[in-house]
């Protein structure tokens, strides 16, 4: 039979765990909601960097104003491949 410090010292541990496994679980929602917002905002530039581009502004002007990289507003002025979706009317 375990005496009274050794329970106490496996409550402390499975205690600890819990407690270490909801802080982590926390703090990665916390991350994961950071690199959300984050991505969200760049994919929002990249929209309105096509809608620019769409509407004939120069490269330059598309890059200064969104603040994108020159690689994604390269990626922006690739020629698109066509959609196969076909509509039934």
Known sequence: MPTLAERWKKEGKKEGKLEGKKEGIKEGEKIGKKEGIKEGKKEGKREVA????????????????????????????????????????
């Open 50 to 89: 096509y809608k620019l581009y769409e509407k004939g502004l120069s490269l330059d002007l598309i890059k200064e104003t969104t603040g994108l990289s020159w690689n994604e507003v390269n990626k922006i002025a690739a020629p698109r491949p066509y959609s196969t979706k076909i509509t039934l009317t």
